[in-house]
């Protein structure tokens, strides 16, 4: 095998996926693919649409004909020129942002800027949309960098996904592959009790801290609602003693006080959102 840069890879890959015929709208990548002008040219060859993130630094012309920098642009943008909007659902709840859209020279060129709510920090997009797609749907392609990000964060802390050691190339694909559907089994039982019954029926009534704690029995408690399993929970339940009643017992009495608090958190953070989002308004 030669050796070959990251976004010749890339370009690979993509060649690969539209040789077997696997259908795709957008391509969406950091700023390290985003800042290079030979993936650019090749996705705009082959009529790929893309939003890739690019650096601060980066030079382009407006709808105007000058030329600004990203990282100059957003103390002179005007207050409506910002639009609040979400671009998924996080572990917290919606990723809701400020994001503005700045036209180019260019009209399938859109250039877009995304402002945190909660430190203001700017992350700065180049968009070829040659369909003329909508804000909106500019925003969401954005936004799907962070489930493919977390999904590998979930293999390697769930599935082993970067627990091997490189020896030979067939080797390391067994371990990607069996990796990979270790984590895909996961997600579908996820996705199976989500559809069939709350967590609360897959639970025992999660006990006081203390009792958790300890292992006491404790006095029925008010059910409290529960967040969904997540894809660590199921893995830490699969993994439970069968044969050890106590234990068990005691196994889902954790994930259901986890799953308590963790519902608990999120009410918390979507109030404080929400105190923040109309102190803004």
């Given at each position: 095998?030669?050796?070959?840069?990251?976004?010749?890879q890339v370009?690979?890959?993509i060649?690969?996926?539209?040789?077997?015929?696997?259908?795709f709208?957008w391509?969406?990548?950091?700023?390290?693919?985003?800042?290079?002008?030979g993936?650019?040219?090749?996705?705009?060859t082959e009529?790929?649409?893309?939003?890739?993130?690019?650096?601060?630094?980066?030079?382009?012309?407006?709808?105007a004909?000058?030329?600004?920098?990203?990282?100059?642009l957003?103390?002179?943008?005007?207050?409506?020129?910002?639009?609040?909007r979400?671009?998924?659902?996080?572990?917290?709840?919606?990723?809701?942002?400020?994001w503005?859209?700045?036209?180019s020279?260019?009209?399938?060129?859109?250039?877009?800027?995304?402002?945190?709510?909660?430190d203001?920090?700017?992350?700065?997009y180049?968009?070829?949309n040659?369909?003329?797609e909508?804000?909106?749907?500019?925003?969401r392609?954005?936004?799907?960098?962070w489930?493919?990000?977390e999904?590998?964060?979930?293999?390697?802390?769930?599935?082993g996904?970067?627990?091997?050691?490189?020896?030979l190339y067939h080797?390391?694909?067994?371990?990607?592959?069996?990796s990979?559907?270790?984590?895909a089994?996961l997600?579908?039982?996820?996705?199976?009790?989500?559809r069939?019954?709350?967590?609360?029926?897959q639970?025992?009534?999660?006990d006081?801290a203390?009792?958790?704690?300890t292992?006491?029995a404790?006095?029925?408690?008010?059910?409290?609602?529960?967040?969904?399993l997540?894809v660590?929970?199921?893995?830490?339940?699969?993994?439970?003693?069968r044969?050890?009643?106590?234990?068990?017992?005691h196994?889902?009495?954790?994930s259901?006080?986890?799953?308590?608090?963790?519902?608990?958190a999120r009410?918390?953070?979507?109030?404080?959102?929400?105190?923040?989002?109309?102190?803004?308004?």
């Amino acid at each position: 095998m030669e050796f070959a840069t990251r976004p010749a890879q890339v370009e690979a890959m993509i060649g690969r996926m539209r040789a077997a015929g696997l259908p795709f709208a957008w391509f969406t990548a950091d700023e390290e693919f985003g800042q290079n002008p030979g993936l650019r040219e090749y996705l705009e060859t082959e009529g790929i649409s893309y939003v890739m993130a690019v650096p601060k630094n980066t030079r382009f012309t407006d709808a105007a004909g000058r030329e600004v920098i990203f990282g100059h642009l957003p103390p002179r943008l005007a207050p409506n020129a910002w639009q609040r909007r979400a671009c998924g659902i996080g572990t917290k709840g919606f990723r809701a942002c400020d994001w503005a859209l700045i036209a180019s020279a260019d009209p399938e060129h859109q250039y877009m800027i995304r402002r945190s709510l909660d430190d203001g920090e700017l992350a700065c997009y180049h968009c070829w949309n040659p369909r003329h797609e909508g804000f909106g749907e500019l925003v969401r392609v954005a936004g799907t960098r962070w489930p493919v990000e977390e999904c590998f964060g979930a293999g390697k802390n769930e599935a082993g996904l970067d627990h091997y050691q490189v020896r030979l190339y067939h080797a390391w694909y067994r371990h990607i592959t069996l990796s990979m559907l270790a984590l895909a089994f996961l997600a579908a039982v996820r996705r199976t009790l989500k559809r069939g019954a709350t967590a609360c029926g897959q639970l025992p009534a999660p006990d006081d801290a203390n009792d958790c704690e300890t292992g006491q029995a404790a006095q029925p408690t008010a059910r409290r609602p529960l967040i969904p399993l997540s894809v660590a929970e199921i893995r830490r339940l699969l993994g439970l003693p069968r044969h050890d009643d106590r234990a068990l017992s005691h196994g889902l009495r954790w994930s259901a006080w986890r799953c308590a608090h963790q519902a608990n958190a999120r009410r918390h953070h979507f109030r404080r959102r929400l105190r923040l989002q109309v102190m803004q308004i």
